[in-house]
């Protein structure tokens, strides 16, 4: 079920059970039919108002777990007529939820939380009910999973908003409590209060909240009513609170008088608990209080309970933070202090009583007793979702008054007697009985009674604290009493009393603090016999006491001495005769009962001496055995840059020298500065009397630190240079200048300079250590020298011979050429070196490559060729020159500048050899082509002429070998003569070119 009325007026506005909606008049509201909650879900419906219209209501809804159905679905019921209509239904919000639905309102006021669980996983869902409507993705908090079956069983939100508990209906009961967030939705700290055992509500169902939010009430179906106390700080005691209410029920709820309304099955009444704020029976649960008329079953109406909140601001607080506030207390010394929290806001407290018993509580209000008058700190620390604040006071407990009644008196009939004592500012005083005294509120008033009287003296501090003394005055015959005969030693003091009458008066005099009064304080020089005569009035007895005096012994444990660890030393004086003596304490001596011991400590110690004369006097004296336990202490071992110093430390004597002395400031002293050049070992010998120790730290020189840039070095122009030194792993590296460098932060790199430049790398090691080096590199220009051949181009004739000449450039010492060229196109015939400054040390020819090894420089050599007719129709054929070696200073080089002796035009350039082998002479036409055959040796002659006679391309003029040829004739078309004369021979034939 689930009800809600007009916040202002309180009218019904309507009802459900989770599948009908009535209105005001108990009429089935229009659309409010067939919704899909259950007749038996533990909470069916729940109705949340819309925080986007005041017109409007959310209606959610769950399923009864046995219909098969676990999906959470929500409604809206529209009131804007007087008997409301239903305008949406059912829309399905989230599945496998059990028959659990509550909510609460959100951390600003301004929307809602609702709270649905899953069926059998240990899951919260919370969804957020804001202006812009109701959220489909749930906050989903996750807890222990101690449990698979949470279908039934009621789940409740604290009144305000800081606790959620969940009740499973299984057999063995299952009860959990955790925290709510109303700013995000959020369940944590999650714990099990019970899970089955003989203490645990079986079939865990109802659940309500007291309005203090301090108690949770949980039902067992077949058992009984638990009460348990939430604001405890464990889950161990929040179990151990458990209080057992003889009482069955079902649903519990929370209602606006404060009270928790119970779910009686099976009658026609509810029951109630009057005061659910207190625990155990005192919570006053009554049986029938309200009359139903038709049997009531498990539930109650489900509502939001952050309107039944005691606590906090009117309604609810506003998720703000807590502020704590203390009411403090003060008291007299043996009388408990109150002390009360007035903070607000506050869900959670913790007092912390310093001194005090208890020294911490949870409670709103503690009763706290201190063992001593004084001032003793306070804290409150209180809490809510929010955050937490800290209040902090102080409890004063004031000292009670001392009362002083004064001695017993004994007076003549009469006569009058002074009781009480001298007054003490800001105390007042008051006796009873009144009777007989000259004023009962004096400190000291004169008593004149007439019969044997006891006066009761009560003293009032400034501050109300009170005691009480007593004092009986009789009034009869003089009896003097006085104190006991007593032995005092020399020096010393002895207080005398005597009781009896009003006045007194002692003999003799001397060595007495007052000798008319009843209580003098005796000194005297010798033993004496002190005698008192007791009177009041005309009454008077006397009687006598002896103090003894003996002689004070003295106390001699000598001068402080100083020794080393392991060495002995004689303490105290010779005995005297009568005396007993005691050494404490008794560790390092030969004996403890003697005047003079033998000390042997281990550790500087101070000898206690008590020596105890006739009387049992005593007297003490103290000496100081400081042993010289020399233990050398001094700076630990520590690394510095190159050319750093540090202050190197010792301790531990009163004497100091250092080795070896170089490179301190002084040797001589605790803490000397160190400049090392080197890592060095300083040992400290260290002096005090006759006590030695030495210890020993070292200083190390970062060796890491040293920059290496690399030896100076020259390159060509255009050329690179690797400077730097290996890397050392963890140091950082920084060139400078960056013109020309390829890793400027790197130990070794590649720099293209310019010009000659000067590089500088600074290194740092891990410890900060920074050192730099340079480098330079020097940068010269480059000389080229060249081989060459003149000419560089000759006109050849096939069988003709033909030469070059090479010129061998300044600079060079020794170099090797190499000249290549087509082995059927020449053939070498030999060298003449033509400059005396040259030597040819290595001539050699093979198979078209000439290799020439000299030395010598700026020189020529003539190199001696045979031409062959080429064996193509190429126009013009290279012999390329290459330079192997050449020995040349820095930067020169030797390049090779006409190295390309190129073959031009040769007569008979049309043509090639067929055979090499001669048969005969003869000339062949063909269409574009000739093949002609030379019989012998010698010169040919082979022209082509135009038909007008003009001669148009000559094909050889020259000598042939014999053989074969085939020729080509590249000419435009047309009609040709073609002529070949050798010796003898001669022919003329005609050419037709074509296309």
């Not at 669980?117 to 869902?125: G, K, L, Q």
């Not at 250092?658 to 002096?687: E, H, R």
């Amino acid at each position: 079920m689930a009800s809600i009325s007009d916040k202002k007026t309180g009218a019904l506005l309507f009802y459900t059970d989770g599948i009908t909606v009535w209105n005001s008049q108990h009429e089935v509201m229009t659309g409010g039919t067939s919704l899909k909650g259950g007749s038996s879900s533990t909470q069916s419906a729940l109705i949340i108002p819309n925080p986007a219209n005041i017109q409007q209501y959310y209606l959610f809804t769950v399923p009864e777990y046995e219909s098969g159905e676990s999906t959470l679905y929500y409604s809206i019921v529209n009131m804007a007529t007087p008997k409301g209509e239903v305008i949406a239904k059912n829309t399905p919000l989230y599945t496998n939820v059990s028959e659990k639905l509550t909510g609460t309102l959100d951390c600003d006021g301004s929307g809602f939380w609702i709270v649905a669980h899953h069926v059998s996983n240990s899951e919260f869902y919370s969804f957020h009910i804001t202006s812009t409507g109701v959220s489909s993705a749930p906050i989903v908090s996750r807890h222990t999973a101690d449990n698979s079956d949470y279908r039934a069983g009621y789940m409740k939100i604290s009144p305000d908003r800081t606790k959620i508990a969940l009740a499973s209906q299984i057999p063995t009961g299952y009860l959990a409590l955790a925290t709510f967030s109303p700013l995000t939705g959020m369940i944590s700290g999650y714990l099990t209060i019970s899970d089955g055992g003989n203490t645990c509500p079986l079939f865990t169902y109802g659940l309500a909240f007291s309005p203090d939010n301090s108690k949770l009430y949980a039902t067992g179906l077949l058992s009984s009513i638990f009460q348990y106390e939430i604001n405890l700080p464990t889950e161990t005691a929040i179990r151990n609170s458990q209080s057992i209410l003889n009482i069955t029920g079902g649903g519990l709820q929370l209602a606006p008088d404060g009270k928790i309304y119970i779910a009686q099955e099976n009658t026609r009444y509810l029951g109630r608990i009057d005061l659910p704020n207190l625990k155990g029976d005192a919570c006053m649960y009554k049986q029938d209080v309200i009359a139903l008329p038709r049997l009531a079953l498990l539930g109650l109406p489900n509502c939001l309970d952050y309107i039944f909140n005691q606590v906090g601001q009117p309604g609810i607080s506003r998720c703000s933070t807590p502020i704590a506030m203390i009411k403090s207390d003060s008291g007299c010394y043996g009388y408990p202090l109150v002390f009360t929290e007035l903070s607000t806001n506050a869900t959670k407290r913790t007092w912390t009583f310093t001194g005090g018993t208890p020294s911490t509580s949870t409670a709103m209000s503690e009763s706290v007793t201190y063992p001593a008058p004084g001032k003793y700190p306070i804290r409150l620390v209180v809490e809510n979702a929010m955050g937490s604040d800290t209040a902090y006071s102080e409890a004063t407990i004031f000292p009670n008054p001392v009362a002083t009644a004064g001695f017993d008196k004994t007076i003549c009939s009469g006569a009058t007697a002074h009781i009480g004592a001298p007054p003490t500012i800001g105390e007042t005083y008051s006796w009873f009985p009144a009777t007989a005294l000259d004023d009962p509120t004096k400190s000291s008033p004169m008593a004149t009674p007439s019969n044997t009287t006891q006066y009761i003296l009560t003293v009032v501090s400034e501050h109300g604290c009170y005691a009480h003394d007593t004092v009986n005055v009789t009034v009869g015959s003089i009896i003097a009493k006085v104190s006991n005969d007593t032995s005092i030693c020399e020096g010393k003091h002895a207080q005398l009393t005597a009781s009896g009458g009003t006045n007194y008066e002692w003999s003799p005099a001397e060595g007495l603090s007052d000798s008319t009064i009843e209580n003098p304080i005796a000194i005297p020089l010798k033993t004496t016999i002190y005698k008192v005569r007791v009177s009041s009035g005309t009454c008077q007895d006397s009687a006598t006491v002896t103090i003894t005096v003996n002689p004070q012994p003295t106390a001699n444990a000598g001068q402080d001495q100083s020794i080393c660890a392991g060495n002995s030393t004689p303490i105290g004086e010779a005995p005297k005769a009568g005396n007993m003596y005691l050494w404490q304490p008794s560790a390092g001596l030969s004996s403890e009962t003697i005047a003079n011991p033998t000390a042997s400590p281990t550790i500087s110690t101070q000898y206690v001496l008590t020596v105890t004369g006739a009387g049992g006097c005593i007297a003490t004296d103290t000496v100081i055995v400081t042993v010289g336990n020399l233990k050398a202490s001094v700076s630990a071992d520590t690394t510095i840059c190159s050319r750093a110093n540090v202050q190197l430390f010792a301790s531990g004597g009163a004497n100091y020298e250092w080795f070896p002395k170089s490179g301190l400031s002084d040797a001589f002293i605790p803490n000397p500065i160190a400049s090392p050049n080197i890592s060095t070992t300083y040992k400290v010998v260290i002096t005090m009397g006759v006590c030695v120790d030495s210890a020993f730290t070292t200083i190390t020189i970062d060796s890491l630190s040293f920059a290496k840039a690399g030896g100076d070095l020259n390159i060509c122009e255009g050329d690179e240079a690797l400077i730097g030194a290996q890397s050392v792993p963890g140091n950082l590296y920084q060139w400078s200048p960056l013109t020309g460098v390829k890793d400027p932060n790197s130990a070794q790199t590649i720099v293209t300079p310019q010009a000659t430049t000067m590089y500088t790398v600074q290194v740092t090691t891990p410890t900060g250590c920074t050192t730099t080096d340079e480098v330079s590199v020097s940068v010269f220009p480059k000389i080229s020298h060249a081989f060459t051949l003149t000419p560089d181009m000759v006109v050849i004739l096939p069988g003709a011979p033909f030469r070059t000449v090479l010129h061998v450039p300044t600079g060079v010492s020794t170099w090797e050429i190499r000249l290549k060229y087509g082995s059927l196109l020449a053939e070498f015939q030999g060298v003449n070196t033509l400059s005396s400054t040259l030597q040819l040390n290595l001539i050699k020819e093979h198979n078209g490559e000439l290799t020439l090894h000299g030395t010598g420089e700026n020189g020529e050599v003539e190199l001696n060729f045979k031409a062959f007719l080429p064996h193509n129709s190429d126009t013009v054929f290279a012999m390329n020159l290459i330079i192997d070696t050449a020995q040349t200073a820095q930067c020169d080089r030797a390049t090779g500048q006409g190295t390309k002796l190129l073959l031009d035009a040769y007569c008979g350039k049309y043509f090639r050899m067929v055979s090499s082998t001669g048969k005969q002479y003869f000339l062949t036409v063909k269409e574009k082509s000739i093949d002609f055959g030379v019989g012998l040796s010698g010169k040919v002659s082979l022209e082509v002429f135009d038909y007008v006679g003009n001669s148009v391309l000559v094909v050889s003029d020259g000598a042939l070998e014999a053989g074969e040829y085939s020729a080509e004739l590249d000419l435009p078309v047309g009609v040709y003569y073609c002529r070949m004369r050798a010796g003898m021979y001669e022919y003329v034939g005609k050419v037709f070119v074509r296309f």
